[in-house]
């Protein structure tokens, strides 16, 4: 992706602003443009002060960093937002959404309804078992519009509003490579001081105080009696070792507790584990003896956060090192852009979202439909290329279709022959099989029937069974021979269907005349059978 499409990210301290891009390659950091620009001496940006000269410096600064982008990420301080982890039941977004919506308005000081809202699920709570942690961030609407509208300013839109506190978690993730147990990152800007406490890698606490190296600025003058700016001199030179003075300067040394007093507090307040790490940042954290005093207090050296430790082999495309590390908090806003920053929450109203999603899907139908119409004209020119082509293959195919019609015919009238001849040979097969039955059945009779039988008539009926009529010594006789033929391979069925005497005799045992029909089997069916009744006696 080409550089100048990455967001550029942008801070804005009480001094000055500053901005970051991140240019990533293979899948590591390869540059960092960034820049640091002054605001006009004793300018404050507040909700409807006047714009232009911070739109200003942030343009100068965008300039000297060479970052060219329409997208922006903008970092409120977290002294403008509303900013808590709190414990809540495990459930759906849009469920966890209404649940942190009530529980927020006890913390906020005006009506939730004229406030901007995210949150992001943390993990399963420590403290409550059963509950989910999740950090809640709010900010006033009429702060929101003015950031949007300085974002309209700029001609840049902005991708997300964030929180400065966010990206001093990601330099801790950063810093640490291996998370801690309890870890304190302290930012000391010239008029507010970001505490941020995370365990093991989690954030559980960020706050910010009203203290910064403007109070230490003016606390100096106080107790020096000297102008303002030489108690900026005195600060940048001697900073904290004026306490070693006599008299202890006052004010010096009560800016100092309410430091230390709040970086303790912030960092007991899940219990009396001990500080494993503190990290230290911000354009006031050079102060002399600001150091020595947090060892003192929190038994842990301090260590300062350097962009070129942060990112080992990455180019620094800026003015030096000293700016890229007043500049660091940008940079780790950065990391969002890139996709490398564990936090999603952002401040955009959800009617700016819910219309960007709208622009964006009219912008990509108006795309389609343009692509539809410029795919319909080339569909044109090429369907008028081939046309001619296309009518010549379908006289071609004409021509084929009418031999095929005449071939078809053909194979037709040849089907019917074939059909017609396939028909006769089983009408001769069918006869013939019927007559070699019939011979071999008068055959088998002609062996098997006894010698008292006399048979006169053969009759092959048109149901393909055989009658025969004949004259037997006594029924039981033309019985015996009923049954002796029910057994032969050739006859399905044998039935005496007729028998009589003469009326004149009346013994029992005395000749009779009968009458035999019987079903005859096909030459297939009784060709094995036939063979095993020749077996049982009798020559062939």
């Known amino acids: 992706m080409p550089a100048f499409a990455k967001p550029v990210s942008i801070e804005i301290a009480a001094r000055s602003v500053r901005v970051a891009q991140l240019l990533e390659s293979r899948g590591r950091v390869r540059a960092i443009r960034f820049a640091e620009c002054p605001l006009p001496a004793d300018y404050r940006w507040e909700v409807g002060a006047d714009r232009g000269p911070l739109a200003e410096a942030i343009r100068r600064a965008m300039a000297q960093a060479g970052i060219r982008t329409r997208t922006a990420i903008i970092a409120l301080p977290r002294r403008q937002v509303t900013s808590r982890v709190g414990a809540f039941p495990q459930a759906e977004r849009a469920e966890l959404e209404r649940v942190v919506g009530y529980d927020l308005a006890d913390h906020i000081p005006f009506p939730v309804d004229q406030v901007v809202i995210d949150f992001q699920p943390l993990g399963a709570s420590r403290e409550e078992p059963g509950l989910t942690d999740v950090l809640v961030v709010a900010a006033q609407r009429d702060l929101v519009r003015e950031y949007l509208s300085l974002a309209e300013d700029l001609g840049l839109r902005p991708a997300a509003l964030t929180v400065d506190a966010l990206a001093l978690d990601d330099l801790t993730t950063l810093a640490e490579r291996e998370p801690a147990g309890t870890t304190v990152m302290v930012a000391i800007e010239a008029r507010t001081t970001t505490i941020n406490v995370s365990e093991q890698g989690r954030l559980r606490l960020t706050r910010s105080i009203g203290l910064g190296g403007h109070q230490l600025s003016l606390a100096i003058q106080d107790d020096l009696g000297v102008t303002f700016d030489d108690a900026e001199r005195h600060k940048k030179a001697d900073g904290l070792l004026l306490l070693e003075k006599e008299p202890r300067p006052r004010r010096v040394?009560?800016?100092?507790?309410?430091?230390?007093?709040?970086?303790?507090?912030?960092?007991?307040?899940?219990?009396?584990?001990?500080?494993?790490?503190?990290?230290?940042?911000?354009?006031?954290?050079?102060?002399?003896?600001?150091?020595?005093?947090?060892?003192?207090?929190?038994?842990?050296?301090?260590?300062?956060?350097?962009?070129?430790?942060?990112?080992?082999?990455?180019?620094?495309?800026?003015?030096?090192?000293?700016?890229?590390?007043?500049?660091?908090?940008?940079?780790?806003?950065?990391?969002?852009?890139?996709?490398?920053?564990?936090?999603?929450?952002?401040?955009?109203?959800?009617?700016?979202?819910?219309?960007?999603?709208?622009?964006?899907?009219r912008q990509i139908g108006g795309a389609v439909a343009v692509l539809?119409?410029?795919?319909?004209?080339?569909?044109?020119?090429?369907?008028?290329?081939?046309?001619?082509?296309t009518e010549k293959?379908?006289?071609?195919?004409?021509?084929?279709?009418?031999?095929?019609?005449?071939q078809r015919a053909y194979v037709a009238g040849l089907q019917a022959q074939q059909e017609q001849l396939e028909t006769q040979v089983r009408v001769l097969e069918s006869a013939r099989l019927k007559r070699y039955v019939g011979l071999e059945l008068l055959r088998t009779i002609a062996f098997y029937a006894p010698e008292d039988i006399v048979l006169s008539h053969f009759t092959l009926r048109p149901d393909q069974s055989l009658e025969v009529r004949g004259a037997a010594s006594s029924s039981a006789t033309a019985a015996d021979l009923q049954q002796t033929l029910a057994t032969s391979p050739f006859i399905a069925d044998a039935r005496l269907v007729g028998i009589s005497r003469p009326s004149r005799q009346s013994g029992a045992d005395q000749a009779v005349t009968f009458t035999m029909r019987l079903g005859l089997r096909g030459r297939q069916e009784a060709s094995p059978g036939a063979e095993a009744f020749r077996d049982r006696g009798g020559p062939t």
């Open 393 to 406: 293959k379908v006289r071609e195919l004409e021509a084929q279709e009418e031999t095929a019609v005449v």
């Open 253 to 361: 040394s009560g800016w100092l507790d309410s430091l230390l007093g709040d970086i303790r507090r912030s960092a007991l307040s899940f219990g009396p584990a001990a500080v494993s790490a503190v990290l230290l940042t911000g354009s006031e954290a050079e102060v002399p003896g600001l150091r020595e005093a947090l060892r003192a207090e929190l038994r842990v050296d301090p260590v300062g956060l350097s962009v070129a430790q942060l990112f080992p082999g990455a180019e620094l495309a800026g003015e030096s090192e000293e700016v890229a590390d007043r500049c660091v908090v940008a940079i780790a806003q950065a990391l969002r852009a890139v996709g490398r920053s564990a936090w999603t929450v952002s401040l955009l109203p959800r009617e700016v979202v819910a219309a960007r999603r709208a622009r964006r899907v």
């Open 372 to 389: 539809a119409v410029a795919g319909m004209a080339v569909g044109y020119v090429m369907a008028a290329r081939g046309l001619a082509q």
